[in-house]
C-alpha cells in the first residue's frame, strides 16, 4: 500500500519488488510498538534520532497492550540488521531513478539512520 501510493513501481516486481517489500516490511514490523520509545528518546537524546513520519502510520498495529501480551524489546544487532539491510536498498539502482524513487530512498535511508542511532544508544 505504501509503495502503491507512492507509485513505486518495479520492472521485475517478482524479485526485486518482493524483496523490496519483504526488506521494508521486516524492519517495520520489528518496531512497530516501539516508535514512541523511540521518539521519546529521541528528544531527549540528541544523537538519537526519531522514526521519521512517513512510517507513523505503521505504529501500534500490533498492540500487545490489547492482547495482553508482554511488550518486545530491543535488541542491538537485531536493530543493527535491520538498518543495514535497509541500506542495502539503498544502493539499487532504481532508487535514484525517478522523483517517486528519490524521495522513497530519503525516506528509507531516514528510517535506516534512526533504526542505527538506536541500535547505539541501546549499545551505550
Known sequence: MWMEKRNLLFLNADVEGKYFA???????????????TINDRARREKEVLGVPPEFDKFKNY?????????????EATQMKTHSEILLTLCCKPYMRSSPAWEQAYHDIKHLSECILSYNTYLKN
Open 62 to 74: 500490533n498492540d500487545l497492550k490489547k492482547k495482553r501480551q508482554k511488550l518486545g524489546t530491543l
Open 22 to 36: 519483504q526488506v521494508l516490511t521486516n524492519a517495520l514490523w520489528y518496531i512497530p510498538n516501539q516508535h514512541d
